[in-house]
């Protein structure tokens, strides 16, 4: 297998979420659908999972994942030290995308430098 391989498909599954933590932005959490229908009386799942992924937001759950996991990766050694890397960004990459940029910009960061590392 060459070695820009894992690179290469870290990037394109990177590039995947990122354009999925937008559609869920702007598909479910701005649509002024969802607004309406969530603000009236009912028991819509997508309104539970809208509710959960506010408090998500609000309690930046997801960026203080991602630059604490970011931390630990740079701490750890070899091909773990690189998947907690990879994983600090999965939940750093919606957390830029969902309104904790301040901080989820740290952990991209902190992510990107582990991954070239």
Do not use: K, N
């Amino acid at each position: 297998m060459p070695r820009a391989l894992p690179a290469a498909l870290t990037l394109m599954f990177l590039a995947l979420w990122l354009s999925a933590s937008y559609g869920v932005r702007y598909q479910l959490m701005e649509a002024g659908q969802w607004v309406g229908l969530c603000a009236g009386p009912g028991d819509h799942w997508q309104c539970q999972v809208r509710a959960l992924l506010g408090l998500t937001i609000h309690f930046q759950v997801l960026a203080w994942s991602g630059i604490g996991l970011a931390l630990v990766a740079q701490f750890a050694a070899g091909r773990a030290g690189w998947w907690l890397a990879v994983l600090a960004l999965v939940f750093a990459i919606p957390a830029l995308v969902l309104y904790t940029a301040s901080i989820a910009v740290f952990a991209v960061v902190l992510a990107g430098l582990r991954l070239v590392r």
